[in-house]
């Protein structure tokens, strides 16, 4: 069984920087891609960015393309995401997952397993 913890979450300024970790207990995330999604209060969650299991393809969602970064770090069962330059808007629940798949993938229905979550607010 995979346990996904998230942290990194925070309060920051418009404008400034987070970098949130998901790490994973139990199995590794061999052979998976990850994935982070976000949800804000009253809102569906939604897709944020993707990575494949070897790093080399990834995807983002529009709203953060050229904001934020995904990176993964096998050996330490880690997967990252560098976001720059927040805006209001991206305050949410940012939640890493686990997909069925190596490739990369956007919807939630190819993730199996979740992390509870870490809050991100971004003031204005």
């Known amino acids: 069984q995979v346990q996904l913890v998230e942290s990194g979450g925070g309060l920051v300024q418009a404008g400034g920087s987070l970098r949130l970790s998901c790490g994973a207990s139990?199995?590794?995330?061999?052979?998976?891609?990850m994935g982070w999604f976000r949800q804000a209060l009253g809102k569906d969650r939604e897709f944020v960015a993707s990575i494949s299991w070897s790093g080399d393809d990834t995807s983002y969602a529009d709203s953060v393309k050229g904001r934020f970064t995904i990176s993964r770090d096998n050996a330490k069962n880690t997967v990252y995401l560098q976001m720059n330059s927040l805006k209001p808007e991206d305050t949410a629940v940012y939640y890493c997952a686990r997909a069925l798949w190596s490739t990369v993938q956007t919807s939630m229905r190819q993730y199996n397993h979740w992390g509870q979550g870490t809050q991100v607010t971004v003031s204005s």
């Open positions: 139990g199995r590794t995330f061999r052979g998976s891609s």
